[in-house]
């Protein structure tokens, strides 16, 4: 299996764009999440979906943030307009049971100047 | 509410000794506790996870974890460590009022430093 796939691996982009990360879970899973690391707040969850539908999305810092599952093999986060304290690591993560552990990609850093 | 501590941001120590990484937990049932570990520009790998069972869980890479209940701990630890064992690790716990989804709530996690 490839594993959890996120694009792109680096994103540099000037405060006010629009960026959209993406995931691809692994085949068979039901669960998607999305994180935000930074050295200030670490580890954050900004939202995850079950069977493509948004269960908790209280972590999203702001309307700023959206994010979407259309189906069960991808994922879409997106900051409009971005700023520059959005620069951070996003991760997605998938899993497949209630006490499986979670399968992390590679993240995404995004860089807003 | 649920929360996970790791005392230490960092803990150094000599390749060939063992290793010690502290969690401490709250939770108000029965946890689901997770170790994770963070290469540089790498996501997380799940180490090892305590449901039920043995107080002792063994993991990957030589890893291995101690619940104790009454300390409301899961340090992990690994005989003798090796300069690859340099990371970041976290420690996790499920959160409970998450239902029958598996949110984690993860800790502040601590580097660990293998000096030849």
């Known amino acids: 299996d490839a594993g959890v796939i996120q694009s792109p691996r680096h994103e540099v982009t000037e405060m006010g764009q629009e960026v959209t990360l993406r995931c691809k879970p692994i085949?068979?899973?039901?669960?998607l999440f999305w994180y935000r690391q930074t050295m200030m707040r670490g580890l954050e969850l900004l939202i995850y979906f079950n069977n493509n539908v948004p269960i908790d999305d209280s972590g999203m810092p702001e309307d700023r943030f959206s994010a979407k599952m259309p189906n069960a093999s991808f994922s879409t986060l997106k900051i409009q307009p971005s700023e520059p304290r959005d620069s951070a690591v996003y991760f997605c993560?998938?899993?497949?049971?209630?006490?499986?552990?979670?399968?992390f990609g590679n993240g995404t850093r995004l860089t807003v100047t | 509410a649920q929360s996970v501590a790791q005392p230490e941001d960092q803990v150094n120590v000599a390749e060939g000794n063992p290793l010690t990484v502290k969690c401490t937990y709250s939770?108000?049932?029965?946890?689901?506790l997770f170790w994770y570990v963070q290469y540089p520009n790498r996501g997380l790998q799940f180490l090892l996870k305590y449901i039920t069972g043995d107080n002792l869980v063994k993991g990957s890479y030589g890893f291995e974890a101690e619940f104790n209940k009454s300390q409301t701990s899961f340090h992990l630890k690994k005989p003798s460590a090796l300069v690859s064992d340099s990371a970041l690790y976290f420690c996790?716990?499920?959160?409970?009022?998450?239902?029958?989804?598996?949110?984690?709530?993860f800790g502040a996690g601590t580097r660990l430093a293998v000096h030849p």
């Open positions: 996790a716990v499920r959160d409970e009022v998450s239902g029958g989804y598996n949110k984690l709530i």
């Open positions: 085949s068979g899973h039901n669960s």
């Open positions: 993560a998938s899993s497949d049971r209630v006490r499986s552990p979670l399968h």
């Open positions: 939770v108000s049932g029965n946890p689901y």
